[in-house]
């Protein structure tokens, strides 16, 4: 079984503050640092950190071959990533003396993926296989229309959360994973058990994983008709930036389903691996090995 990240890859110019840069204001920073990052390329390396056969479709823009190179060392297929003349996706981070981070988000080669590539990619891989996506990319709805009609399992993190997410059909995924203003957002509700109701009603075959911050996250699993919920607690830690927190829990946790591992296990081990990763700097290079999240759980 094959795990396709079709996403985005950015270039991340954080800069630490004292606090995030208010409107009309000139804040000197206190450091800076340029990292590879980017939704998909950190849900990539954290699938593949996690043990999963993971490969990474996208664009490769000027400036981003690093990017290309740290997947392939992570142990990434990269088979799928043509190069394209647009300037590299990049974003710019605020990372505030609390951990907490604020990001603007440049496209670039992030937004140059074709028709003519999505069906050449998505034409190497077999139903059954897992296929990941968030919203940093053009033809999101086609690649879901795609990979549905071939029968991968489809799980999409939605986030940044627009309105070209509208044209995705979310009846076609698996798994929706979101953190509460998402869940809010799509369902129309702040109450996360009431938007996993409405999402429920709305899409009786979709499963749901709700992140909570500090509060841990839930889990809503359909599996014939049955729904299995498994709630889980944060692991406190002092966190030094926040960052690449979500795409850490999103990449370990879709690697321990296509282990087969119980929705408990699974859990635990993206919960951990998340806790692990805010304690450091940085968004790719912030996400902890296998072995370093086994050995923190035994």
């Given at each position: 079984?094959?795990?396709?990240?079709?996403g985005?890859?950015?270039?991340?110019?954080?800069?630490?503050?004292d606090?995030?840069?208010?409107?009309?204001?000139t804040?000197?920073?206190?450091?800076?640092?340029?990292?590879?990052?980017?939704?998909?390329?950190?849900q990539s390396?954290?699938?593949?950190?996690?043990?999963?056969?993971?490969?990474?479709?996208?664009?490769?823009?000027?400036?981003g071959?690093?990017?290309?190179?740290?997947?392939?060392?992570?142990?990434?297929?990269?088979?799928?990533?043509?190069?394209?003349e647009?300037?590299?996706?990049n974003?710019?981070?605020?990372?505030?003396?609390?951990?907490?981070?604020?990001?603007?988000?440049?496209?670039?080669?992030?937004?140059?993926?074709?028709?003519?590539?999505?069906?050449?990619?998505?034409?190497?891989?077999e139903?059954?296989?897992?296929?990941?996506?968030?919203?940093?990319i053009?033809?999101?709805?086609l690649?879901?229309?795609?990979?549905?009609?071939k029968?991968?399992r489809?799980?999409l993190?939605?986030?940044?959360?627009?309105?070209r997410?509208?044209?995705?059909?979310?009846?076609?995924?698996?798994?929706?994973?979101?953190?509460?203003v998402?869940?809010?957002?799509?369902?129309?509700s702040?109450?996360?058990?009431?938007?996993?109701?409405?999402?429920?009603?709305?899409?009786?075959?979709?499963?749901?994983?709700?992140?909570l911050?500090?509060?841990?996250s839930?889990?809503?699993?359909?599996?014939?008709?049955?729904?299995?919920?498994?709630?889980?607690?944060?692991?406190?830690?002092?966190?030094?930036d926040?960052?690449?927190?979500?795409?850490?829990?999103?990449?370990?946790?879709?690697s321990?389903?296509?282990?087969?591992?119980?929705?408990e296990?699974?859990?635990?081990?993206?919960?951990?691996?998340?806790s692990?990763?805010?304690?450091?700097p940085?968004?790719?290079p912030?996400?902890?090995?296998?072995?370093?999240?086994?050995?923190?759980?035994?």
């Open positions: 079984m094959k795990v396709l990240n079709f985005s890859l950015n270039l991340d110019y954080v800069y630490s503050v606090h995030f840069v208010r409107p009309g204001e804040l000197s920073a206190v450091s800076q640092a340029l990292n590879p990052g980017g939704k998909g390329l950190n390396i954290a699938l593949a950190r996690a043990g999963a056969q993971a490969s990474h479709a996208g664009c490769i823009g000027a400036g071959e690093m990017l290309k190179q740290l997947l392939a060392d992570n142990g990434v297929d990269t088979t799928w990533l043509p190069t394209v647009a300037l590299q996706g974003a710019v981070i605020q990372v505030n003396r609390d951990g907490e981070n604020c990001i603007l988000l440049f496209g670039g080669s992030n937004q140059c993926v074709t028709e003519e590539q999505v069906a050449r990619t998505l034409d190497a891989f139903a059954g296989d897992w296929l990941v996506l968030q919203n940093e053009n033809n999101l709805p690649i879901v229309d795609t990979a549905y009609a029968g991968l489809i799980a993190n939605p986030s940044p959360y627009d309105d997410l509208k044209d995705v059909d979310f009846g076609k995924l698996s798994w929706l994973l979101v953190n509460e998402e869940a809010g957002q799509i369902s129309g702040e109450e996360p058990e009431e938007a996993w109701s409405l999402l429920h009603a709305r899409y009786p075959a979709l499963s749901v994983l709700i992140t911050g500090g509060d841990g839930v889990a809503h699993r359909v599996e014939g008709g049955e729904v299995e919920t498994v709630r889980q607690a944060a692991f406190p830690v002092k966190a030094v926040t960052t690449a927190a979500g795409d850490t829990f999103t990449g370990y946790f879709i321990g389903l296509m282990e087969g591992l119980p929705l296990t699974c859990m635990r081990r993206a919960s951990k691996a998340s692990i990763s805010v304690t450091r940085g968004a790719a912030s996400i902890p090995l296998r072995a370093e999240v086994d050995a923190a759980l035994a």
